[in-house]
């Protein structure tokens, strides 16, 4: 879905930004910054972004490392 938004003419702004950030972790174990962190966190708190734009902005926050589980013993 990223690429395909990278490459749409129809895609907004932040989708191709989201879809930038998701494929440059795709293949790799860098994470996003705080800066895109919170800009991710910001469409899916909001009513005005599309269904792709929240998916795309889960999608980068699902690769930050405050989504990784900790686990205690």
């Known amino acids: 879905m990223a690429s395909s938004i990278l490459t749409g ?3 907004s702004q932040i989708q191709k930004t989201l879809a930038g950030y ?3 972790q ?3 174990s860098d ?3 705080a800066e895109m962190e919170g800009v991710a966190s ?4 909001s009513d005005k972004y ?5 998916s795309l ?3 980068l926050l699902s690769q930050s490392n405050r989504c990784e589980p900790s686990y205690t013993f």
């Open 50 to 54: 599309s269904d792709t734009t929240k």
């Open 31 to 33: 994470q996003a910054g």
């Open 42 to 45: 910001a469409v899916m708190q």
């Open 22 to 24: 998701v494929l440059s």
């Open 57 to 59: 902005a889960a999608s």
């Open 9 to 11: 003419s129809g895609s």
């Open 26 to 28: 795709a293949s790799s």
